[in-house]
């Protein structure tokens, strides 16, 4: 059964390459083909009516907080979600609670081509 060691460097690779914030469920979407049919094999798909709290955006989400600099902004914020979908292997998933967790490495000042107030 994978765990938070086994897919740290593949949500390090992720947030590495993410200009902005990422949800687990962004973030296990965009895991290699592979680990990501691993994961939600094993631990289950994730979102409202998984009908399980552990699945696979919950192992993403440990292993994101193992790897951003600090759990508090701007390195990890929580969003409402309410109404938003998300698509994970291109399934169409809606969260399971009404706020979820957004991680990045940098902060905005640290992005290359991170949106800034004067472009938004």
Do not use: W
């Not at 094993?42 to 699945?55: I, N, V, Y």
């Not at 309410?82 to 940098?106: D, K, M, N």
Request: aromatic residues 6%; contains cysteine.
């Amino acid at each position: 059964m994978p765990s938070t060691n086994d897919v740290r460097p593949y949500v390090t690779a992720v947030l590495e390459e993410a200009v902005n914030c990422l949800s687990a469920y962004q973030i296990l979407d965009r895991l290699p083909a592979e680990i990501r049919s691993q994961v939600i094999a094993e631990r289950g798909m994730p979102g409202s009516g998984a009908g399980k709290a552990f699945t696979a955006a919950s192992l993403v989400s440990m292993a994101a907080a193992q790897v951003v600099p600090s759990l508090e902004p701007p390195h990890r914020i929580y969003v409402d979600c309410r109404g938003l979908t998300f698509s994970v292997a291109g399934s169409p998933v809606v969260a399971g609670h009404e706020a979820i967790a957004f991680y990045r490495l940098r902060t905005q000042e640290e992005m290359p081509g991170a949106p800034t107030e004067e472009g938004v």
